[in-house]
């Protein structure tokens, strides 16, 4: 096998690893392909293998396996992509900073969230922050409530995640990442405000075994305090008419009167004026919910971001003293 060459980091790094190269070497990986990268980039592809080459001679290892129909990184290749990506970034948050020395109400935030965030706790924080920072930025991605591997926020895609945690705080979601709880969400049953049920002062879980019933898929939280809820009177969960993760879909139906829901308090309360919803007159099995942000250990974060969370928080808490 061949072996690295070592270099000395002063005298050699700094005129043979080009950071142009690397950014070339990132694109390669990302669409798995030299004649793919070189049209991505406008470059021949004999440009971008000559480059690849130059980096290897440099390095004094394979960074790619080639194949017939492209290329995939050598462990020397995830090596350098994993330590490139965090310089990479280290410098792009170092452009961020001086912008927010220059101006600590500008720049930008980049945040993941699935849709129930997004339709619950973030409109509010983002009201606020751009009240209080009028020149910020929010960049908002959604990403999957079923997989929350936190892809994205590792590749540095993302500052921070802002996500429901559907397990305990303190079971590790990685050595990598920080997890700083903003408040515990509940679960409620709700449909519209006009509604046969929710008319009534007092209900049993039991009279709406025949509802039509939306929820999330089996295994989630809302779907298993439902089938707890039915277990403790000695009923059968309820089969659903609709299995989704969408809030907006589930609020839109459950707006009619005639489908019942399980939501998040936080949901509930950001949406029951614009769609006429209320909770029903339920007690349900007590499971707390944390919203939580997550980030990187060990990633600089601009002070734009800082004060991003710090909206977070002080939204947090103003919900926790309106329960």
């Known amino acids: 096998m061949r072996m690295p060459r070592k270099l000395d980091a002063d005298s050699q790094i700094g005129r043979r690893l080009r950071l142009r190269d690397l950014h070339l070497f990132f694109t390669v990986v990302q669409w798995g392909s ?43 290749g995830q090596a350098l992509l994993r330590r490139g990506r965090a310089a990479f ?18 720049g930008e935030v980049h945040l993941g969230c699935p849709e129930s965030i997004a339709a619950s706790i973030l409109p509010a924080i983002i009201d606020q922050v751009v009240e209080r920072h009028p020149r910020i930025t929010v960049h908002v991605s959604q990403v999957g409530t079923a997989a929350l591997d936190f892809r994205e926020l590792r590749e540095r895609k993302f500052d921070l995640v802002i996500a429901r945690i559907d397990a305990p705080l303190d079971a590790s979601l990685g050595e990598d990442l920080v997890v700083e709880r903003l408040f515990n969400d509940t679960i409620v049953l709700a449909t519209a405000a006009a509604s046969k049920w929710a008319r009534r002062k007092t209900a049993h879980i039991s009279e709406l075994q025949d509802a039509w019933w939306i929820l999330t898929p089996p295994g989630t939280i809302n779907a298993a305090v439902v089938t707890d809820a039915f277990k403790a009177a000695g009923l059968e969960a309820p089969k659903p008419k609709l299995v989704t993760f969408s809030a907006h879909l589930r609020a839109h139906l459950a707006a009619s009167g005639r489908f019942v829901t399980a939501i998040p308090l936080s949901a509930l309360r950001a949406n029951a004026r614009q769609f006429g919803l209320k909770a029903l007159p339920i007690k349900l099995p007590v ?5 939580a942000i997550v980030m990187l250990k060990d990633r600089t974060l601009s002070p734009i971001v800082q004060r991003f969370i710090e909206g977070a928080r002080d939204v947090s808490t103003m919900m926790s003293r309106a329960k």
Do not use: C
């Open 287 to 291: 499971r707390p919910w944390p919203v």
């Open 34 to 76: 030299m004649a793919k990268a070189a049209a991505h980039l406008g470059m021949s592809q004999p440009a971008v293998s000559a480059i690849v080459a130059n980096l290897e001679d440099a390095l004094g290892v394979k960074l790619f396996d080639r194949h017939p129909h492209g290329v995939v990184p050598t462990p020397y």
């Open 89 to 106: 970034d280290e410098l792009k948050q170092g452009v961020r900073d001086i912008e927010g020395l220059a101006d600590p109400s500008a």
